[in-house]
């Protein structure tokens, strides 16, 4: 199993790169360009100084961005990973769940290196190494169970509802300026994220352990909340995989 | 280059823009009213970030905020747009290309057209916000027949050019998407550039041409004229797109049908 994985993983990457070197080139770039652009928004166009929460902004916009651009990947393209292996499905035996978590994969690896990127920038602005940084561990956890069972979930249905995959692709910009990634929640709205915005527990988790290192368990109530979403999430996608079980090949 | 085909195809370019019109907006579930629920989404989404994202009380230099943000905005959309989906436009009409004797030359002006008619439309649902924002519609309105002039003239040659590069070279596509999101921040859609960062903007982004005329149009009343040299740097630069264009254009034409 392990192998099949580890091959089918390396191909797809392969492929990405083969097909499109700027591609492969941007998907390591793009948060880090992306976070020098914001930076530049603040600093030349709308004349912001100084600090964020007590840390250099850069730093400050850095840790979110990171973590929202593999976040966005995850989401933004939930809906088509069925769609764009179709071919693979239909003519050799992998089945849907493989190709989803390949897929994840391959983002995640690229994740990996911007990671250490940021922690070596974060070292060289001041900022120790600690062992706070096995809080990751339990974040990248929940958000493959979390995105994968989103993943089945809104893959299937896309096959389905044929607006589901423009609706998610448009709704990226609106879920990205509504959460916490440049600017910084307080009040009431830390609340409001919490409840309603669960892209909020993995970019404040970043945060947390990057800039603030906190353990992930020291706010628990938060952790068990998302832990029955997660977990809701899972059960929608079983009901999903019984339902069109049959019938999914018909679809495709 | 722009007239020239205008001249030449006048009847054809007409036709085919209205009907991409009615393909782009009519055939989706929400139909019309999809063109005024993007860009609308998009201002409110924005306007959000700004008062309770970033905390930003007040308005920018006596403009309220939302009339500010958009005045720019509007034009904004057109022009990502038309840049987003240039590297397609001859990709998509493949069946028109292969077809017939077909003059693959107005396919860039058909495509502006077609999102400049659905941009209109916008500018008139807007002119209810500034109007309640107590920016109605004035005189200085006719300095639109001006901008817009000046927008076909600047988008045609770039919109041609960029499709015919991905003709040839197939992450055009990818990379046009990916740099205008630097693009839009970058651009005073968002904010008032002041000092520097004015001359920098005027000397290396096209865009700002456009949102700046806007929001002198909209805004601040003032007519196109009145800071001439801008205008001549930007004809310059039209000038020598048009001029580009036409030389990638005639070099490749007979080649593109091949190629697709």
């Known amino acids: 199993m392990f192998e099949k994985l580890y091959f089918f993983t390396k191909h797809s990457i392969a492929k990405q790169y083969k097909n499109s070197f700027f591609g492969s080139f941007w998907a390591f770039a793009n948060p880090i360009i992306s976070t020098f652009v914001y930076y530049l928004f603040f600093i030349k166009g709308l004349r912001f100084t100084g600090e964020v929460d007590g840390v250099p902004m850069i730093l400050f916009i850095l840790s979110g961005n990171i973590c929202w651009t593999l976040l966005s990947g995850f989401f933004g393209q939930s809906s088509s990973y069925i769609s764009k292996n179709k071919a693979n499905i239909l003519a050799s035996n992998i089945s849907i769940s493989f190709i989803i978590l390949i897929e994840m994969i391959s983002s995640f690896v690229v994740h990996l290196a911007v990671l250490s990127f940021s922690i070596l920038y974060f070292y060289m602005e001041g900022q120790t190494i600690s062992i706070h940084y096995l809080n990751f561990f339990y974040y990248w956890i929940i958000m493959f169970i979390m995105f994968y069972s989103f993943s089945y979930i809104v893959s299937i249905l896309a096959l389905i509802f044929k607006d589901l995959q423009p609706l998610i692709a448009s709704s990226i910009t609106v879920i990205f300026l509504g959460t916490p990634v440049l600017w910084v929640a307080t009040g009431k709205m830390i609340i409001i994220q919490k409840i309603i915005n669960p892209f909020y527990f993995f970019i404040s988790g970043y945060r947390e352990t990057l800039i603030k290192k906190v353990y992930f368990f020291e706010n628990i109530e938060y952790d068990i909340y998302i832990w029955i979403i997660t977990l809701i999430l899972v059960l929608v996608a079983l009901l999903i995989k019984n339902k069109y079980k049959e019938t999914l090949y018909d679809l495709l | ?260």
């Open chain 2, 1 to 260: 280059m722009v007239f020239q085909v205008l001249l030449n195809n006048f009847m054809e370019v007409k036709f085919l823009s209205v009907e991409k019109l009615k393909k782009n907006n009519l055939e989706s579930v929400f139909g019309f009213i999809w063109i005024f629920i993007q860009p609308l989404v998009m201002l409110y989404t924005l306007y959000f970030f700004f008062r309770l994202g970033l905390n930003f009380q007040g308005d920018v230099n006596g403009v309220p905020l939302i009339v500010f943000m958009f005045s720019g905005q509007l034009v904004w959309l057109l022009m990502s747009s038309c840049v987003n989906d240039s590297p397609l436009i001859f990709w998509r009409e493949l069946q028109l290309i292969n077809s017939f004797n077909y003059p693959i030359s107005i396919l860039p002006i058909v495509e502006f057209l077609a999102k400049f008619y659905a941009h209109v439309v916008i500018l008139i649902a807007a002119c209810i916000i500034f109007t309640q924002q107590g920016y109605p519609p004035s005189i200085y309105y006719l300095n639109f027949i001006y901008i817009w002039i000046t927008l076909i003239c600047f988008f045609t040659p770039l919109m041609t050019i960029l499709g015919v590069i991905s003709v040839y070279f197939q992450d055009t596509n990818f990379i046009v998407k990916s740099l205008m999101m630097p693009i839009f921040w970058l651009t005073p859609v968002l904010f008032e550039p002041i000092g520097n960062v004015i001359i920098f903007q005027k000397l290396f982004n096209p865009f700002n041409y456009f949102i700046e005329h806007y929001r002198e149009t909209i805004i601040y009343k003032e007519w196109f004229f009145e800071g001439i040299t801008y205008d001549i740097y930007m004809w310059l630069i039209i000038v020598v797109l048009n001029l580009v264009a036409i030389n990638i254009f005639n070099k490749v034409r007979t080649n593109i049908p091949d190629v697709i």
